[in-house]
């Protein structure tokens, strides 16, 4: 069974520029969240897409948005980033209830984001 | 919203020995706890949870206790091996209210250190 796959696996763009991630869940999860990892902020989240829809959101500014499709394949847009928003960017997908008894979140390696 | 403190940030012990994390939570809606281990420049990877509805989870050389009450889960690894050696990220979600193990809270993590 294939994992959480994340493209690109390297970025680097310059401030002011926007950027799109994207995340491929693993079969049959209908669950994708996006976290942000940096060194001094550790794992944060930032939005959980659950049937298209977003179902939660953490605290991040109105240019991080996100969107899932009906493959459950999810993409998050960064729009005129600064140079705080250089981090590792992960994916994590999940089963729901009905798929599956625990509710866990497998991750994908992520994309390092560096902005310029 | 949530909020997981863990320590210690940094622990250094001898191959054999135990190696014990502490993680507190503030949400008593929480009621998912999964560990992730995390090696340099690799995904975070599941490594045991444990629901709110039971006090202790093993799975070979690694326990998770939880105390709802106090609002206080522990991994504990036993027989410590230098593959052990990791960062090890403990989180919290109230999964039970979408099935999924969505919008995790992250501490800050253990660098865990086996030495021979």
């Known amino acids: 069974k294939a994992g959480v796959t994340q493209t690109p696996r390297y970025l680097i763009k310059t401030r002011g520029q926007q950027v799109t991630l994207s995340c491929s869940p693993i079969?049959?999860?209908?669950?994708v969240s996006w976290y942000q990892q940096t060194p001094g902020q550790g794992l944060q989240f930032l939005f959980e897409y659950f049937s298209e829809t977003q179902r939660n959101k953490g605290n991040f500014p109105g240019r991080f948005s996100g969107r899932q499709f009906s493959n459950s394949r999810s993409e998050m847009n960064v729009s005129t980033l600064e140079l705080g928003d250089s981090a590792l960017y992960l994916c994590?997908?999940?089963?729901?209830?009905?798929?599956?008894?625990?509710?866990?979140?497998?991750f994908g390696q992520g994309t390092r984001l560096t902005v310029v | 919203g949530e909020n997981v403190e863990q320590h210690p940030s940094t622990l250094s012990v001898q191959e054999g020995d135990s190696a014990v994390i502490k993680c507190t939570y503030s949400?008593?809606?929480?009621?998912?706890f999964p560990w992730y281990k995390q090696e340099l420049g690799k995904r975070p990877q599941l490594i045991i949870d444990i629901r709110s509805n039971v006090g202790e989870k093993k799975d070979q050389r690694i326990a998770v206790t939880l105390n709802k009450t106090a609002k206080h889960f522990s991994l504990h690894i036993t027989e410590t091996q230098p593959e052990d050696s990791a960062v090890y990220f403990c989180?919290?979600?109230?999964?039970?209210?979408?099935?999924?193990?969505?919008?995790?809270?992250f501490g800050t993590g253990t660098r865990l250190q086996v030495t021979l």
């Open positions: 989180a919290a979600s109230a999964a039970g209210n979408t099935g999924t193990a969505s919008k995790l809270t």
């Open positions: 079969s049959g999860h209908r669950s």
């Open positions: 949400d008593s809606a929480s009621n998912y």
């Open positions: 994590a997908s999940s089963p729901d209830r009905v798929a599956k008894k625990d509710p866990e979140a497998f």
